[in-house]
């Protein structure tokens, strides 16, 4: 993912002007969010569109086309096919773009497109809410504003020099009556973000605005290295302390437990069989005994059971902290059938201790190591968990292929494929260091690709 710097304000501010300047300074890429808004309001105004018929202006979505390119340096909008690029900056598109982009469906409508490009670029977006709603999580998020006749001489002028005939009163006029419609809107409403850093440039020309904001980026990206270098450090830091306890592999459940769960095993696989059109592969890959980790990929919230199914000892898993927090039935649901509770993203070490603990009483444990459920059945990269608690614990991973395509849905075709085992020592992993770690996760992930692109 690219650097993304979130720049919004009133009209008139200098929003697209200083963020093309510091684009081209910073080699990042320019998106202008205004722009497109524009393109759209354009449209509706040359189609005759009815401006206060919000159903009418949805319906008429789906015949436009907005592109953004970019030509020796210059942006160019393209609006089915045509360079709108000079057309949508009068005052008429500007009441009309803070009318049709206060809709819903039409700020939808562009949020793909925009979010799409802040994923793929080092990127800076101007706008209204890119730091409130399109880009929640920017690196840096700026507030750029100015008095409002500051911002209305500088519109005029630049009206001016295009030929337009609007008066500076008309100009001063509609950024009042847009400052009004940006802030009241029902929808994503013009606000500064709590982390944003405001820059008033009433006072300041043009050069000392690109400077002042090039600051503000510069000292925000610094800080925020520097944060993460030191986060990087101690986390690192905390996996080195963490000793080689090798599990006692000789614990077993009671065989009672064992078998009331083999027969409930028995019973989901029937109905699973009903449900789906489900296989198996490598079923010869599963220990017999507990104590060991399975490591797949995540597609669905069936996946825990796809794993268990086959699987002769109960298993433990990992389960997101909101899940226990539905409701009592559920956590209590939940928890009975093995699932503890972890805190994403927070660093939480007592997980491993607890997923240590579940692997001595000779439980097995799923891990799904990306996180998150994919949606288009790729394999994303990992994170570090179930290399650290594999490594610590010294015992077996098992590597998990979950297949299907598209949503899951009655009589989806569906196949599990188990690998066979890493053991961290024998792929020299035999320390939680950050080299064995790195050693551990790769091996891992690579596999669960293989059994998924099999």
Request: aromatic residues 6%; charged residues 30%; contains cysteine.
């Amino acid at each position: 993912m690219g650097v993304n710097i979130a720049l919004d304000g009133p009209s008139g501010a200098g929003k697209s002007t200083i963020a093309k300047a510091v684009a081209a300074k910073m080699k990042y890429v320019y998106v202008d969010t205004g722009a497109m808004f524009r393109a759209i309001a354009c449209y509706m105004v040359e189609s005759g569109a009815d401006l206060d018929n919000t159903q009418e202006i949805i319906a008429k979505l789906s015949e436009i086309t907005v592109k953004l390119e970019y030509r020796d340096g210059a942006q160019h909008v393209i609006l089915n096919g045509e360079d709108v690029s000079d057309k949508i900056r009068t005052p008429e598109i500007s009441m009309a773009a803070s009318k049709t982009s206060a809709i819903p469906e039409v700020r939808t409508f562009l949020l793909g497109q925009q979010q799409t490009m802040a994923k793929e670029n080092d990127i800076i977006m101007d706008g209204r809410d890119i730091g409130t709603v399109v880009l929640p999580n920017a690196d840096v998020k700026i507030f750029l504003t100015a008095d409002a006749e500051e911002r209305a001489k500088r519109r005029f002028k630049e009206l001016q020099e295009k030929g337009d005939p609007s008066t500076y009163e008309e100009v001063l006029e509609d950024i009042k009556q847009r400052d009004y419609n940006d802030t009241h809107r029902e929808t994503a409403p013009l606000k500064k973000a709590d982390d944003a850093v405001e820059v008033n440039t009433t006072k300041l020309d043009l050069l000392q605005s690109i400077d002042e904001i090039c600051r503000v980026i510069n000292e925000k990206l610094e800080k925020k290295n520097t944060d993460v270098t030191n986060k990087s450090e101690r986390k690192v830091r905390s996996h080195e302390l963490m000793a080689v306890r090798p599990i006692d592999k000789s614990n077993h459940l009671s065989p009672v437990r064992v078998c009331i769960y083999g027969l409930f095993r028995w019973l989901v696989l029937g109905i699973y069989h009903i449900m789906f059109n489900i296989s198996f592969e490598g079923l010869e890959n599963i220990p017999k005994d507990g104590g060991n980790i399975f490591a797949a990929n995540h597609r669905s919230y069936q996946d825990p059971m796809f794993i268990a199914i086959h699987t002769r000892v109960p298993l433990s898993y990992m389960a997101k902290q909101e899940l226990f927090e539905v409701n009592k039935a559920f956590k209590w649901l939940i928890t009975a059938f093995g699932a503890f509770p972890v805190q994403r993203g927070k660093g939480d070490t007592a997980v491993i201790d607890t997923a240590i603990d579940k692997l001595n009483m000779g439980r097995n444990l799923t891990i799904f190591p990306e996180g998150t459920r994919s949606k288009d059945g790729k394999v994303g990269k990992g994170k570090t968990g179930v290399a650290l608690i594999a490594a610590v614990a010294q015992t077996k991973v098992v590597p998990v292929g979950i297949n299907f395509t598209g949503k899951l849905k009655f009589r989806s075709k569906v196949i599990i494929r188990f690998g066979k085992p890493i053991t961290p020592s024998e792929i020299g992993a035999s320390n939680a260091d950050s080299k064995s770690l790195k050693i551990l996760k790769s091996k891992i992930m690579e596999e669960i690709t293989k059994l998924v692109h099999e």
